[in-house]
């Protein structure tokens, strides 16, 4: 089965890390990725720019509206995500465990709900 | 078909029910269809067993009948074609094909142990788990598993479709999960078991202060895993603790349906067996290899109040020990408010009830009546009758369950 895994974390609490510590962790991503990539459970994955970058858009009576920010304001806010394969949720939430953000975020895990024609 | 022939298949449909789901659920990969399998297997049992007599190997011949009316249904049903996933018809066909050994009680062993970790997979909410459990591995009908939620039976079912569709989409993998994790998953597994025996023991609402079925079924799943999992201490420790409280639970509720504290219950009417047992079991769990499980620890308490001759003779020195032991293991508030209860045996209300005071100033357990209902007692044993009857108050408005309200207001009524 396919799994998004969708990385969650305070960004206040991500830049207190400061450069040294953005720096470990930035090289602990690219570890683990290099290890799923070479499990064959890699499909895709990115990290995003903060959330302060972000806009919304809603379409309503065919009128699209774009509003700043996110869809709504949470304590932790979406960083990044892989998109694996995995055998099982066992599985899946075992890789998602050793994501590098795992330790001071959390980690969404979701069955990717396939389109069928 | 005569009576006693009715009565036989009976005991074979009670005996064999969970065995042959739990294999009927791997070897179709889907709840909903192994459930449908096993009526339809059961519905064709009691239309030929009766005249051809019942097979050498029931539980064979209710799988195998189980599987091939289920592979029927696929064929027969696109609604299902597209219910269940590709993989899991060519797995259904391929284990159709395959010659597996029924009579092996391995594979069965397995199977059961499977559909427990699945219904108690940390990914589903806690009572989602529980209510799984009793329905799937217990074979509870829906309707008692809503009772003893206190829920409808419709809210109940569809609380039920909604678990199981969470293991099929999801993926939560019918499978015992690896060493390494395995013990981290036990302690899962126990908390449901757990659960579903301090639910029946002291149920948290309603008007009957012990569901016994609820504790029977939860020591029948406790004997289930010390047999799958044997000489696994946590689950010998939880088999031990449950025994020796549901031992004394005959004599835990009057005639009237009131509370009786342990110092006025009738030793006699104790249930010995359970507590040999229950002793044993302390015993093996405490000196095997391996880590101290906090049940055990819970049930060598339990040992040492039913151990005790009398209530003079209870060694509460070492229950405070023990409870302490507990407390470095595994803390949690009711925990605090069992060793205060304890200490106040040993050093007085005096000293209890600063444990008891600073539990509360924490916040955690606010709401919890035994806490009030403790204070009060320490408080009126100090000759602070104002407070005490102040405390008791706080108690009784905190207290859903009938009986206890019951004694709640008598002990009020009778500073």
Partial sequence: MNYLLLIYSNEAEMMALGEAGLKKMSDEYMEFTKSIVQAGQFKAGDRLKPASTASTVRVRNGKAAITDGPFAETREQLGGYYLIEAKNLDEATAIAARIPGARIGSIEVRPIWPLTG | ?415
């Fill in chain 2, 1 to 415: 078909m005569s009576a006693s022939a009715a009565g036989k298949i009976e005991e074979v449909f009670r005996r064999e029910a969970g065995r042959v789901l739990a294999t009927l659920i791997r070897l179709l990969g889907d709840f909903d269809l192994a459930e449908e399998a096993q009526q339809d297997a059961f519905a064709a049992a009691i239309e030929q067993w009766p005249t051809r007599g019942i097979p050498d190997n029931p539980r064979a011949w209710l799988i195998s009948a189980g599987r091939n009316k289920a592979i029927d249904r696929i064929r027969r049903e696109v609604f299902f074609r597209e219910k269940i996933f590709d993989r899991e018809l060519a797995a259904a066909q391929a284990d159709m094909l395959a010659e597996i050994d029924e009579s092996d009680e391995a594979i069965f062993g397995d199977d059961r142990l499977r559909l427990i970790f699945t219904c108690c997979h940390p990914a589903l909410n806690d009572e989602a788990q529980i209510a799984l459990t009793l329905r799937e591995v217990c074979g509870l009908p829906t309707q008692a598993v809503a009772r003893a939620f206190l829920v409808s039976e419709e809210t109940m079912a569809q609380r039920l479709v909604r678990a199981k569709r969470k293991i099929r989409d999801a993926g939560i993998p019918y499978e015992t999960p690896d060493a390494a994790v395995l013990d981290q998953r036990i302690d899962g597994v126990l908390a449901v078991v757990y659960g579903v025996f301090t639910e029946g023991y002291a149920a948290t609402a309603g008007t009957q202060l012990i569901d016994v079925a609820l504790c029977a079924e939860a020591i029948r799943l406790g004997r289930l895993l010390d047999t799958l999992l044997p000489g696994n201490t946590a689950v010998m420790g939880l088999l031990a603790l449950m025994l020796l409280h549901d031992a004394r639970s005959s004599s835990r509720v009057s005639d009237a349906g009131d509370v009786v504290l342990l110092d006025d219950q009738d030793r006699s009417q104790w249930d010995q067996s359970e507590i040999s047992e229950g002793l044993a079991l302390v015993d093996k769990s405490l000196t095997a290899r391996g880590r101290v499980s906090p049940y055990a620890v819970q049930a060598a308490i339990a040992a040492l109040h039913v151990g005790a001759g009398d209530k003079q003779a209870t060694d509460w020195p070492q229950i405070v020990g023990l409870y302490e032991v507990l407390l470095r293991l595994h803390s949690t508030p009711v925990i605090e408010l069992n060793h205060a209860v304890a200490v106040s045996m040993v050093d007085g209300a005096a000293r209890a009830l600063d444990l008891v005071n600073s539990l509360a100033a924490r916040g955690r357990v606010t709401q919890y009546h035994l806490l009030h209902a403790a204070r009060g007692r320490f408080l009126q044993q100090l000759g602070r009758i104002e407070e005490a009857r102040e405390a008791y108050g706080t108690a009784l408005k905190t207290a859903a369950l009938e009986p206890e309200r019951r004694f709640l207001a008598a002990r009020i009524a009778d500073i």
